[in-house]
Structure formats: structure tokens, C-alpha cells
């Protein structure tokens, strides 16, 4: 491997021969924010789970999971340039694919909380926040993601004439 390839992460996960439906995150059943020992601890547990020798012969189904597979999946994740890559690849494979984001739920931003001026916030199910700033809403944009999951809300506010606003208030 050169060093070029080595450096540069982009490189290396363009060489990988992933199946295009395999997200690593759904692989070791972590969120998209896992801390790294989340990550080894997953990756340990799945390495466990598809051992030969360690499965339990009472499951009908043997775990048909390529160690390779494991491997570059954690190899991937555990280092901060690959994983940052490999984000971005699976972001952009994302909007390709789609055709737009579906919500989730509909949250009034009369829910959010005002973190600060011209910027709400309100709690995901992951732990997550979403967050909708005074552009987004001047902008006319509703969908608002998760920054921690994949999870969308649409968020309902109307906006206010400033002429008719500063008239009556």
C-alpha cells in the first residue's frame, strides 16, 4: 500500500468491496455517534457472535457475516479520517438514493426550546438534538435532521410580515 493511499482515506474506502447495502453502523448495531469503545465493544460482540466454534447451536440460523467484512468495518470506524470518509460517502449515497426525507413527526416550534437568539432546539429519541436556526425558517425550510441520527421532523411555524409585526407590536 502507498503511503498516498495510506493518507487518504477517501482512497482506500474507494478500493473496498462493501456490498452496497451494508452500513457499517447497522452492521455492529451502533448509532451514527457511537464513541469508539461503543465501536470496539460492538465489534468485539460481532466477532464473537459469527466464531464457529462460539455460536450457540440452539439458533436455527447460522450468522452468515464475513469476517473481512468485520474487520474493515472497525477499521474504518475506529479511525477518525476513515470515519469522516466514510460519513460522507454514506451521506452522499443517501441523497442520491432518495427522494427526499420522509418525517418523522410533525413538532410545532412552539415544543423547541430557544438555546439562543435565533437558534431552537429539541431533543431526538437518539439522545440526539435537532436544530433549526431564524435562516431556516427565513428560507422557508421545514425538514429539519437529527445532528446525531438520521431521523427528520418537519418543524410547523408560520412566519410573521416584519411591516405588519412592527405595526402592531
Same mark, same amino acid.
Given at each position: ?16 468491496? !462493501?456490498?452496497? $447495502? ?7 448495531? !451502533? &448509532? ?15 466477532? *464473537? ?7 450457540? *447451536? ?16 472497525? %477499521? &474504518? ?10 460519513? %460522507? ?7 442520491? &438514493? ?20 435565533? !437558534? ?8 440526539? &438534538?435537532?436544530? !433549526? ?27 410573521? $410580515? ?5 405595526? %402592531?407590536?
Amino acid at each position: 500500500m502507498s503511503l498516498r493511499s495510506f493518507c487518504d482515506p477517501f482512497a482506500r474506502l474507494a478500493k473496498l468491496d !462493501i456490498p452496497p $447495502n451494508v452500513d457499517f453502523y447497522q452492521l455492529f448495531g !451502533i &448509532t451514527y455517534d457511537a464513541p469508539l469503545s461503543t465501536i470496539k465493544s460492538a465489534y468485539h460482540k460481532a466477532l *464473537f457472535a459469527s466464531h464457529p466454534d462460539k455460536r450457540s *447451536f440452539s439458533s436455527a440460523t447460522p450468522v452468515d457475516v464475513d469476517i473481512a467484512l468485520l474487520k474493515e468495518a472497525y %477499521n &474504518t470506524l475506529s479511525n477518525v479520517s476513515s470515519r469522516v470518509a466514510y460519513d %460522507n460517502i454514506l451521506r452522499n449515497a443517501r441523497m442520491k &438514493t432518495s427522494t427526499g426525507p420522509r418525517p418523522a413527526q410533525v413538532i410545532s416550534l412552539e415544543d423547541f426550546e430557544e438555546a439562543e437568539e435565533g !437558534i431552537w432546539t429539541h431533543a431526538c429519541r437518539c439522545g440526539g &438534538t435537532y436544530r !433549526i436556526v431564524e435562516e431556516d425558517m427565513d428560507a422557508g425550510r421545514h425538514l429539519i435532521g437529527c445532528e446525531s441520527c438520521s431521523e427528520v421532523v418537519w418543524v410547523g411555524y408560520e412566519l410573521v $410580515n416584519d411591516e405588519h409585526h412592527d405595526m %402592531n407590536g
